[in-house]
Each structure stands twice: as structure tokens, then as C-alpha cells.
């Protein structure tokens, strides 16, 4: 009897600690939601009772280089009038689009304060247009045609075709208003606030200096608050897990801005908010 009894308690304690591990596991994944889950579903709840409410800007860090990416399109304008049957002309034409986007990749990342971060950590174009896209600033499919027309040239120096000069051109001419626009928005708006109807705040700063981005959103009736900083220097984390995050709330931060200006309604706020 004592044998049986003795299988059983086992079992029974083996079968308690296999709840316990399940109900720890389920407690550590909700203590430690994303942040980005966090505020999807802040702003799921709430969004219909967001009010404006104003903004702020601030000064941006400008790099002043002789020639602007604009320089570098113009150029490739220039070529693109001349003979395209001649190899030279294409080539030409390939490598000021090439340095129309590399010129505007660098200024981007200057003015918003995160070149150093990028060169400190030696982290090349491939992880620059990689923040591009987790920003939801250029879309991943015209960044893979981006790269593909311009690794046929370095990289298996390929003559390029007059066709992929001449998407090559549209998609560096459109990249370069994306980014320009993007700068805009923060400078005009690096601080975005607005209210909610039922009580409470949603505050989101980027802050060039450090750089990083700090959102207060609060929702008083149900005592909500998301208190949350994102800074590149200070973060202990590793380097992808926080660029990811950074880029997140980098995202939220111009889908904000577009949101209270009327660009984007509160369905698609939401839509490219979870992208």
C-alpha cells in the first residue's frame, strides 16, 4: 500500500510542477508583452477617443556636404538625356543613382542623430534600409529592386539595362521624397501629443540629442499607463533587439503625426500600425 501511495504523491507532484511551469511560462509572457503589443492595444481601445491636441519641433543635426542627393539625381538626369545605347551613358547614368541614395541614406541617418550609432556598431546599408523598412518609411519590395539593380553594377559588373536605369531612377527619385518629407515631419512635429475624450494622454517624443523616443500613453479610467523610453546609447539589449524596437516606435511616432493631421483615418492608423 505504502508503494502505491508512494507512486502516487509522485505522480501527483510531478503533475503540479508540470502546472506550476505552465503557469509561470504563462505569467512571464504576459508580464513581458512587447512593447509594440502594448500600445497596439492601447491604441485598439482608445483611438476613437483620441482628440488633437498640438505638437512641437525641434532643430535637426544637418550634414553639409558639398553635393546633395538632389546633385546626384540631377547628374543622373543629365545622362539619361544622352545616348542610352551607349554603355557608358548607363553606367554612368547607375552610379549617380547610386550615390543619390547613399547620399540621402547618410543625411537621413545624420539628421536624425543615429550615424554614429550605425558606424560605432559597423553596421552597413543592408541594416540602414533595413530601418527603412521596419519603419514602414519604403516598402520592402522596391528596397529588394533597389538593391538588385545596383549589385548587378558592383557586384557582378553587369551592364545595366536601359529598362532598370530608368526604374532605378523612379524608385531613387521617390526614396529620396519619402525621406525628405519624413525629415520634415519630425522637424515640424518631434513632439506629438493628443487627448482622450474619456480621460487621459498620448504623448510621443523623439529626441534628437541622445537619440530616442520616449511615449507616455495614459487612459485614467481604467488606469492604463505606458510610460516607455527607447535609447539607442543606454540600452543594454542587444543590437537588433533594439534597433527593432527603435524603428517600431520610430514608425508609431510619423504614423502619429500623419494620423492627427488627417492623412491616415483611425482603421488604417491601426492597419499599418500592426505591419
Known sequence: ?????????????????????????????????SIKEEVILFFEKYVDECEGEGGSGSMLTHE?????????????????????ENKYTLVNATSNLKRALDCQLDSFFVSLNLDSFYRKKKLGINKKLGFLEKSGLFKSRSLEKLNNIRNKLEHNYEIPKIQDVEIYYDLVMAFINVIESSLSLVAFNSK????????????????????????????????????????????????????????????????????????????????????
Not at 64 to 84: S, V
Open 1 to 33: 500500500m505504502l508503494f502505491y501511495e508512494t507512486i502516487i504523491k509522485g505522480i501527483t507532484t510531478s503533475y503540479l510542477n508540470f502546472l506550476d511551469s505552465i503557469l509561470i511560462d504563462f505569467i512571464i509572457k504576459e508580464e513581458f508583452m
Open 64 to 84: 553639409h556636404f558639398e553635393l546633395t542627393p538632389r546633385d546626384f539625381l540631377e547628374f543622373a538626369e543629365i545622362d539619361l538625356e544622352n545616348n542610352l
Open 192 to 275: 506629438k501629443e493628443m487627448t482622450i475624450k474619456s480621460g487621459g494622454i498620448v504623448s510621443i517624443k523623439y529626441s534628437v540629442n541622445e537619440p530616442k523616443i520616449v511615449i507616455f500613453l495614459e487612459h485614467t479610467k481604467s488606469n492604463t499607463i505606458i510610460n516607455y523610453e527607447c535609447n539607442l546609447y543606454t540600452d543594454s539589449r542587444e543590437v537588433v533587439t533594439t534597433l527593432n524596437e527603435f524603428a517600431f516606435l520610430f514608425k508609431l511616432h510619423m504614423l502619429f503625426n500623419k494620423f492627427d493631421e488627417g492623412i491616415f483615418s483611425k482603421s488604417q492608423f491601426i492597419k499599418y500600425l500592426k505591419i
